[in-house]
T-cell receptor
Framework: EAGVTQFPSHSVIEKGQTVTLRCDPI?????LYWYRRVMGKEIKFLLH????????ESGMPNNRFLAERTGGTYSTLKVQPAELEDSGVYFC????????????FGSGTRLTVV | AQRVTQPEKLLSVFKGAPVELKCNYS??????LFWYVQYSRQRLQLLLR??SRESIKGFTADLNKGETSFHLKKPFAQEEDSAMYYC?????????FGAGTRLTVKP
């Protein structure tokens, strides 16, 4: 069984540009989460999908961030326009629901805005 | 609001020494707590859950509701335990993490 896959693994963009991150969850996992870790700080929750619906997007920092999960499969997180403070590692996780196995995380996308 | 605090960003011990990574939480209900670990160049992965009361890789963690703590302990640290450790609190399909503690076990 493939794990959670994230693409790209690294991205370096200039301030003002657009970047789209992708996450492919484990097949059959209805729950998909996006998190961000800024250097030295906690892994911060961004949002949660249940299938294609946004269950909770309270962690999205501002309207420059747009997440989608069309068809309830993979998800994209677009940052437009990117700012310097958006730099960090963006993690995606999926789960079947419940916590017996915790969340399965992807390897993350390291975003650097210069 | 739920919140997880890991007061130590860095922790360094010698091989064979006991180790304790601190985690405190604030939450009004009955918490479900976890420890996650990220080894160098690996993904963040579940280490243990308080509900299962298990010992994984020699680590244990006891939920202390009176002190609102869930400290992670191991009696004899190994070099391969060097990693980033995150305490997390789960509620209603929502997992919130602390800032993490980087553990270094020196030979």
């Amino acid at each position: 069984e493939a794990g959670v896959t994230q693409f790209p693994s690294h991205s370096v963009i200039e301030k003002g540009q657009t970047v789209t991150l992708r996450c492919d969850p484990i097949s059959g996992h209805d729950n998909l989460y996006w998190y961000r870790r800024v250097m030295g700080k906690e892994i911060k929750f961004l949002l949660h999908f249940v299938k294609e619906s946004k269950q909770d997007e309270s962690g999205m920092p501002n309207n420059r961030f747009l997440a989608e999960r069309t068809g309830g499969t993979y998800s994209t997180l677009k940052v437009q326009p990117a700012e310097l403070e958006d730099s960090g590692v963006y993690f995606c996780a999926s789960s079947q629901g419940g916590t017996e196995y915790g969340y399965t995380f992807g390897s993350g996308t390291r975003l650097t805005v210069v | 609001a739920q919140r997880v605090t890991q007061p130590e960003k860095l922790l360094s011990v010698f091989k064979g020494a006991p180790v304790e990574l601190k985690c405190n939480y604030s939450y009004s209900g009955s918490p479900e707590l976890f420890w996650y670990v990220q080894y160098s160049r690996q993904r963040l992965q579940l280490l243990l859950r308080h509900i299962s009361r298990e010992s994984i890789k020699g680590f244990t963690a006891d939920l202390n509701k009176g002190e609102t703590s869930f400290h992670l302990k191991k009696p004899f640290a190994q070099e391969e335990d060097s990693a980033m450790y995150y305490c997390a609190l789960y509620n209603n399909n929502d997992m919130r993490f602390g800032a993490g503690t980087r553990l270094t076990v020196k030979p």
